[in-house]
């Protein structure tokens, strides 16, 4: 004899039916659109880990605004506008955050770790070693950054 699915049956069934849709659809890869070409500073931070920290109080170790050294960050980013997702663990936090801004007003955003890159809203991507090599000589980051723990935040809330 079979058993009648109770309500409370068909109620789980179809919320672990859209939980499981919504899953697999914010898992889809997508296609970001390129930097604007008007990028006039290139600001990177990481953690405090900096050796030569430009604002200790918001974790500023550079600011870029050498033109050519701008383009070839602008450049790398855009070779790679495909591939974008939200994990499926969440976003990782990543050590190294890139700014770039045109006319003081932050245009793009880029974050970076041993292995993957960040991009947009929670979308990341897997990264290879060559690929966090350049953007560590490009910003002029110390690369022992990427190996040491991230710090936490020591100030306490009001």
Not at 49 to 68: F, M, N, T, Y
Not at 85 to 93: E, K, L, R, S, V
Not at 135 to 143: E, G, H, S, Y
Request: hydrophobic share 40%.
């Amino acid at each position: 004899m079979k058993v009648p699915l109770t309500f409370a049956k068909m109620a789980a069934t179809v919320a672990l039916t859209i939980t499981v849709g919504a899953c697999i659809r914010t898992n889809e890869h997508r296609t970001l659109p390129p930097i604007t070409a008007s990028i006039d500073e290139v600001r990177v931070y990481a953690e405090g880990h900096c050796e030569d920290q430009v604002d200790r109080s918001a974790g500023l170790c550079k600011s870029i605004v050498d033109p050519q050294t701008i383009s070839k960050l602008v450049v790398f980013v855009n070779a790679r506008p495909d591939g974008w997702a939200t994990p499926w663990a969440g976003n990782p936090i990543h050590k190294i955050k890139v700014e770039f801004l045109s006319a003081g007003r932050v245009d793009s955003y880029l974050g970076f770790d041993q292995g993957s890159l960040e991009r947009g809203h929670f979308l990341s991507r897997s990264a290879s070693n060559a690929e966090i090599a350049e953007l560590i000589k490009l910003t002029q980051i110390d690369p022992s950054v990427l190996d040491r723990p991230a710090k936490q935040n020591s100030r306490k809330a009001n």
